[in-house]
Protein backbone atom coordinates (compact mmCIF):
# COMPACT_ATOMS: atom_id res chain seq x y z
CA UNK A 1 0.00 0.00 0.00
CA UNK A 2 1.13 3.18 -0.80
CA UNK A 3 -0.31 7.06 -1.77
CA UNK A 4 -0.17 7.66 -5.57
CA UNK A 5 2.45 10.20 -5.12
CA UNK A 6 5.68 8.94 -6.47
CA UNK A 7 9.36 10.01 -6.27
CA UNK A 8 12.24 8.29 -7.21
CA UNK A 9 12.91 6.57 -3.65
CA UNK A 10 9.26 5.34 -2.13
CA UNK A 11 8.46 6.03 1.41
CA UNK A 12 6.59 2.96 2.02
CA UNK A 13 7.04 -0.58 0.37
CA UNK A 14 5.39 -1.38 -3.18
CA UNK A 15 4.40 -5.28 -3.74
CA UNK A 16 7.75 -6.10 -1.12
CA UNK A 17 8.67 -9.48 -0.49
CA UNK A 18 6.66 -9.85 2.10
CA UNK A 19 3.45 -10.26 0.39
CA UNK A 20 2.91 -13.52 -1.38
CA UNK A 21 4.39 -13.52 -5.07
CA UNK A 22 0.50 -14.02 -6.62
CA UNK A 23 -0.31 -10.73 -5.15
CA UNK A 24 2.88 -8.86 -6.43
CA UNK A 25 2.03 -9.33 -10.19
CA UNK A 26 -1.42 -7.64 -9.96
CA UNK A 27 -0.20 -4.81 -7.65
CA UNK A 28 2.99 -4.29 -9.38
CA UNK A 29 0.17 -3.59 -12.74
CA UNK A 30 -1.99 -1.10 -10.73
CA UNK A 31 1.23 0.86 -9.33
CA UNK A 32 2.90 1.59 -12.95
CA UNK A 33 -0.94 2.07 -14.10
CA UNK A 34 -1.07 4.56 -11.23
CA UNK A 35 3.06 6.01 -11.93
CA UNK A 36 2.14 6.52 -15.47
CA UNK A 37 -1.15 8.86 -15.02
CA UNK A 38 1.37 10.48 -12.06
CA UNK A 39 3.83 11.49 -14.64
CA UNK A 40 0.81 12.67 -17.23
CA UNK A 41 -0.33 15.11 -14.69
CA UNK A 42 2.93 16.20 -12.93
CA UNK A 43 4.29 17.02 -16.36
CA UNK A 44 4.47 20.87 -15.76
CA UNK A 45 5.75 21.17 -19.07
CA UNK A 46 2.70 20.39 -21.05
CA UNK A 47 -0.39 22.50 -20.87
CA UNK A 48 -3.36 21.44 -18.94
CA UNK A 49 -5.41 20.46 -22.23
CA UNK A 50 -2.97 17.58 -24.15
CA UNK A 51 -2.68 16.08 -19.78
CA UNK A 52 -6.18 16.33 -19.50
CA UNK A 53 -6.78 14.36 -22.75
CA UNK A 54 -3.93 11.55 -21.90
CA UNK A 55 -5.79 10.56 -18.94
CA UNK A 56 -9.27 10.42 -20.41
CA UNK A 57 -7.55 7.49 -22.91
CA UNK A 58 -6.34 5.97 -20.32
CA UNK A 59 -9.97 6.12 -18.45
CA UNK A 60 -11.33 5.30 -22.35
CA UNK A 61 -8.38 2.35 -22.20
CA UNK A 62 -9.70 0.76 -19.13
CA UNK A 63 -12.99 1.00 -20.03
CA UNK A 64 -11.49 -1.07 -23.28
CA UNK A 65 -13.16 1.14 -25.78
CA UNK A 66 -9.26 1.39 -26.66
CA UNK A 67 -5.88 0.02 -26.55
CA UNK A 68 -3.79 3.38 -26.48
CA UNK A 69 -2.37 3.01 -23.33
CA UNK A 70 0.18 0.24 -22.50
CA UNK A 71 -0.03 0.76 -18.66
CA UNK A 72 -3.71 0.63 -18.72
CA UNK A 73 -3.88 -2.13 -20.71
CA UNK A 74 -1.88 -4.36 -18.61
CA UNK A 75 -4.03 -3.88 -15.56
CA UNK A 76 -6.81 -4.10 -17.50
CA UNK A 77 -6.04 -7.58 -18.80
CA UNK A 78 -5.31 -8.20 -14.78
CA UNK A 79 -8.24 -7.22 -13.64
CA UNK A 80 -10.17 -9.14 -15.69
CA UNK A 81 -8.38 -12.61 -15.54
CA UNK A 82 -8.41 -12.05 -11.26
CA UNK A 83 -11.92 -10.55 -11.22
CA UNK A 84 -11.14 -7.39 -9.73
CA UNK A 85 -13.41 -4.07 -8.96
CA UNK A 86 -12.05 -1.50 -12.05
CA UNK A 87 -13.48 1.31 -9.48
CA UNK A 88 -10.46 1.59 -8.08
CA UNK A 89 -8.23 2.51 -11.07
CA UNK A 90 -10.95 4.50 -12.01
CA UNK A 91 -11.25 6.59 -8.76
CA UNK A 92 -7.36 7.40 -8.97
CA UNK A 93 -8.15 8.59 -12.87
CA UNK A 94 -10.06 11.29 -10.99
CA UNK A 95 -7.58 12.07 -8.54
CA UNK A 96 -5.19 13.16 -11.36
CA UNK A 97 -7.90 14.92 -13.36
CA UNK A 98 -8.36 17.05 -10.66
CA UNK A 99 -4.46 17.68 -9.85
CA UNK A 100 -4.78 19.01 -13.48
CA UNK A 101 -7.52 20.98 -13.04
CA UNK A 102 -7.80 21.98 -9.20
CA UNK A 103 -4.22 23.08 -8.04
CA UNK A 104 -5.26 24.27 -4.81
CA UNK A 105 -7.40 22.77 -1.37
CA UNK A 106 -9.73 24.86 0.13
CA UNK A 107 -10.34 22.70 3.70
CA UNK A 108 -9.43 19.76 5.74
CA UNK A 109 -12.52 18.11 3.96
CA UNK A 110 -11.56 18.80 0.90
CA UNK A 111 -8.10 16.89 1.16
CA UNK A 112 -9.81 13.94 2.75
CA UNK A 113 -12.25 14.13 0.07
CA UNK A 114 -9.41 14.06 -2.63
CA UNK A 115 -7.63 10.99 -0.54
CA UNK A 116 -10.70 9.34 -1.21
CA UNK A 117 -9.49 8.97 -4.66
CA UNK A 118 -5.98 9.53 -4.63
CA UNK A 119 -4.83 6.99 -1.80
CA UNK A 120 -7.64 5.30 -0.72
CA UNK A 121 -8.19 3.16 -3.77
CA UNK A 122 -4.85 2.05 -3.70
CA UNK A 123 -5.45 0.46 -0.40
CA UNK A 124 -8.58 -1.06 -1.50
CA UNK A 125 -6.79 -2.71 -4.63
CA UNK A 126 -4.32 -4.62 -2.44
CA UNK A 127 -7.14 -5.59 0.04
CA UNK A 128 -9.26 -6.99 -2.94
CA UNK A 129 -6.27 -8.50 -4.37
CA UNK A 130 -5.94 -10.86 -1.30
CA UNK A 131 -9.33 -11.66 -0.84
CA UNK A 132 -9.82 -9.66 2.65
CA UNK A 133 -13.15 -8.60 3.75
CA UNK A 134 -13.90 -4.63 3.22
CA UNK A 135 -15.14 -4.61 6.70
CA UNK A 136 -11.54 -3.66 6.65
CA UNK A 137 -11.69 -0.87 4.63
CA UNK A 138 -11.87 1.90 7.28
CA UNK A 139 -9.09 0.91 8.55
CA UNK A 140 -7.03 0.52 5.27
CA UNK A 141 -8.85 4.15 3.79
CA UNK A 142 -7.12 6.35 7.29
CA UNK A 143 -3.77 4.61 6.93
CA UNK A 144 -4.01 5.11 3.30
CA UNK A 145 -4.81 9.07 3.94
CA UNK A 146 -2.12 9.36 6.40
CA UNK A 147 0.26 8.44 3.76
CA UNK A 148 -0.93 10.54 0.90
CA UNK A 149 -0.93 13.83 3.61
CA UNK A 150 2.18 12.77 4.67
CA UNK A 151 3.96 12.94 0.60
CA UNK A 152 2.22 16.38 0.60
CA UNK A 153 3.72 17.68 3.69
CA UNK A 154 7.34 16.14 2.65
CA UNK A 155 6.44 17.68 -1.11
CA UNK A 156 4.99 21.15 0.00
CA UNK A 157 7.77 23.47 -1.53
CA UNK A 158 8.55 21.48 -4.13
CA UNK A 159 4.90 21.19 -5.64
CA UNK A 160 4.44 24.59 -5.04
CA UNK A 161 7.51 25.82 -6.77
CA UNK A 162 7.36 23.26 -9.84
CA UNK A 163 3.59 22.68 -10.54
CA UNK A 164 1.69 25.77 -8.54
CA UNK A 165 0.15 22.94 -6.75
CA UNK A 166 -0.90 23.45 -3.00
CA UNK A 167 -2.51 20.33 -0.77
CA UNK A 168 -1.91 22.54 2.13
CA UNK A 169 -5.71 23.71 3.13
CA UNK A 170 -6.33 27.46 2.10
CA UNK A 171 -8.17 28.02 5.43
CA UNK A 172 -5.29 26.61 7.92
CA UNK A 173 -3.04 29.25 6.25
CA UNK A 174 -5.51 31.85 5.93
CA UNK A 175 -6.15 31.33 9.73
CA UNK A 176 -2.17 31.98 10.09
CA UNK A 177 -1.95 34.85 8.51
CA UNK A 178 -0.28 32.85 5.54
CA UNK A 179 -0.93 32.78 1.59
CA UNK A 180 0.33 30.02 -0.76
CA UNK A 181 3.52 32.11 -1.75
CA UNK A 182 4.84 31.09 1.47
CA UNK A 183 6.02 27.61 -0.08
CA UNK A 184 8.60 29.33 -2.47
CA UNK A 185 10.65 30.13 0.56
CA UNK A 186 13.93 28.24 1.64
CA UNK A 187 12.89 28.15 5.32
CA UNK A 188 9.31 27.96 6.78
CA UNK A 189 8.74 31.14 9.04
CA UNK A 190 7.23 30.15 12.65
CA UNK A 191 3.09 30.08 11.28
CA UNK A 192 3.81 27.67 8.60
CA UNK A 193 6.08 25.19 10.62
CA UNK A 194 2.32 25.47 13.34
CA UNK A 195 0.44 24.86 10.88
CA UNK A 196 2.31 21.70 9.03
CA UNK A 197 2.67 20.42 12.63
CA UNK A 198 -1.09 20.74 13.08
CA UNK A 199 -1.19 18.63 9.90
CA UNK A 200 1.14 16.08 11.36
CA UNK A 201 -1.06 15.62 14.39
CA UNK A 202 -4.03 15.07 11.83
CA UNK A 203 -1.74 12.14 11.09
CA UNK A 204 -1.52 11.15 13.67
CA UNK A 205 -4.74 10.40 14.35
CA UNK A 206 -5.55 8.74 11.37
CA UNK A 207 -2.33 6.76 12.37
CA UNK A 208 -4.03 6.14 15.58
CA UNK A 209 -7.26 4.85 13.82
CA UNK A 210 -5.38 2.69 11.64
CA UNK A 211 -3.49 0.81 14.42
CA UNK A 212 -5.83 -2.15 14.14
CA UNK A 213 -5.70 -2.52 10.72
CA UNK A 214 -3.08 -5.58 10.88
CA UNK A 215 -5.00 -7.47 13.17
CA UNK A 216 -7.86 -7.52 11.05
CA UNK A 217 -6.37 -9.31 7.61
CA UNK A 218 -6.47 -12.68 7.27
CA UNK A 219 -3.10 -12.79 5.04
CA UNK A 220 -0.52 -12.63 7.52
CA UNK A 221 2.46 -11.52 4.91
CA UNK A 222 0.23 -9.04 4.28
CA UNK A 223 -0.65 -8.02 7.48
CA UNK A 224 3.58 -7.45 8.23
CA UNK A 225 3.48 -5.34 5.53
CA UNK A 226 0.90 -3.47 6.87
CA UNK A 227 3.08 -3.50 10.39
CA UNK A 228 5.92 -2.10 8.34
CA UNK A 229 3.84 0.39 6.70
CA UNK A 230 2.65 1.83 9.55
CA UNK A 231 5.73 2.03 11.73
CA UNK A 232 7.02 3.87 8.50
CA UNK A 233 4.24 6.67 8.53
CA UNK A 234 4.34 6.79 12.18
CA UNK A 235 8.08 7.86 12.21
CA UNK A 236 7.93 10.45 9.56
CA UNK A 237 4.63 12.22 10.99
CA UNK A 238 7.29 11.93 14.38
CA UNK A 239 9.74 14.01 12.06
CA UNK A 240 7.40 16.44 10.44
CA UNK A 241 6.59 17.37 13.99
CA UNK A 242 10.05 18.69 14.69
CA UNK A 243 11.89 19.60 11.24
CA UNK A 244 10.89 21.81 8.20
CA UNK A 245 10.57 20.25 4.68
CA UNK A 246 11.19 23.52 3.15
CA UNK A 247 15.09 22.64 4.57
CA UNK A 248 15.44 19.04 4.08
CA UNK A 249 13.42 15.76 2.69
CA UNK A 250 12.20 14.23 5.38
CA UNK A 251 12.85 10.90 4.33
CA UNK A 252 14.47 7.91 6.38
CA UNK A 253 17.93 6.58 5.42
CA UNK A 254 18.39 2.79 4.08
CA UNK A 255 19.64 1.93 7.57
CA UNK A 256 17.05 3.24 9.72
CA UNK A 257 14.06 2.12 7.33
CA UNK A 258 15.62 -1.48 7.62
CA UNK A 259 15.75 -0.91 11.29
CA UNK A 260 12.05 0.27 11.57
CA UNK A 261 11.00 -2.69 9.54
CA UNK A 262 12.36 -5.46 11.64
CA UNK A 263 11.31 -3.57 14.61
CA UNK A 264 7.52 -4.05 12.74
CA UNK A 265 7.40 -7.08 12.02
CA UNK A 266 9.32 -8.54 15.32
CA UNK A 267 6.98 -6.61 17.15
CA UNK A 268 4.13 -8.59 16.23
Given at each position: ????????????????????????????????????????????????????????????????????????????????????????????????????????????????????????????????????????????????????VINHLQ??????????????????????????????????????????????????????????????????????????????????????????????????????????????????
Amino acid sequence: MTATRTTTTENFPVASWLLKPAARGPILAFYRFARAADDVADNAGTPAVPRLHHLRIMSDTLAGTTDADPATVALRRIMAERGLDPTHATDLLAAFTRDVTTPRTATWADLIAYCRLSAMPVGRFVLDVHGEDRSTWPASDALCAALQVINHLQDCGKDFRAMDRVYIPDDMLLAAGLDVSVLGHDRSPPALLGVIRELAGRCADLLADARPFAAMLRDRRLAAEVRVIQRLAEDLTAQLMVRDPLVERIEHGKGRRLWLALRAIAGA
